[in-house]
C-alpha cells in the first residue's frame, strides 16, 4: 500500500493550493483518508479527513470555510482543496489511510495504519 502526496509549493498569502493523494495496492472501500500537518517545531496535527464509505467530510476547526476535502474513487485520489491561505499554514502536509478509523479518534494520527510522504506547503506573508 502506497500513498503519494504532491501538490504543495509557495504561495503568497490568500492564495490557494490543492493537494492530491493517490492510493495505491489495495482498494480503499471501508476506508478513511486524512491529512494532516506538522509546521516546523510543532506537533503533527490534524486538517481534514473523507470516508469512502458515505463520503463523510470532517475538517478541522482552522480550515472550515477555507478547506475542501473531496475524493475520486475512480482514480483512487483525495484532493485537499485550501484556499484564503494564512501564513500559519505553513507547514509539510501528510495524507493517511485508516481501515478502522472511529469517529472518536479520526483526529488521531494514531488511528491510520498508512502514511505517504509529506508535501511542503509555504504560504508567504
Known amino acids: 500500500v502506497q500513498l503519494q502526496a504532491s501538490g504543495g509549493g509557495l504561495v503568497q498569502a490568500g492564495g490557494s493550493l490543492r493537494l492530491s493523494c493517490t492510493i495505491s495496492?489495495?482498494?480503499?472501500?471501508?476506508?478513511?483518508t486524512g491529512w494532516f500537518r506538522q509546521a516546523p517545531g510543532k506537533e503533527r496535527e490534524f486538517v481534514a479527513a473523507?470516508?469512502?464509505?458515505?463520503?463523510?467530510?470532517y475538517i478541522e476547526e482552522f480550515g472550515k470555510g477555507r478547506f475542501t476535502i473531496s475524493g475520486d474513487n475512480a482514480k483512487s485520489t483525495v484532493y485537499l482543496q485550501m484556499n484564503s491561505l494564512l501564513a500559519d499554514d505553513t507547514a509539510v502536509y501528510y495524507c493517511?489511510?485508516?481501515?478502522?478509523?472511529?469517529?472518536?479518534?479520526?483526529?488521531?494520527?494514531?488511528?491510520?495504519?498508512?502514511w505517504g510522504q509529506g508535501t511542503l506547503v509555504t504560504v508567504s506573508s
Open positions: 495496492g489495495r482498494t480503499f472501500r471501508g476506508y478513511t
Open positions: 493517511a489511510a485508516g481501515q478502522r478509523v472511529i469517529l472518536s479518534s479520526i483526529r488521531s494520527a494514531r488511528a491510520y495504519d498508512y
Open positions: 473523507i470516508r469512502w464509505n458515505g463520503g463523510h467530510t
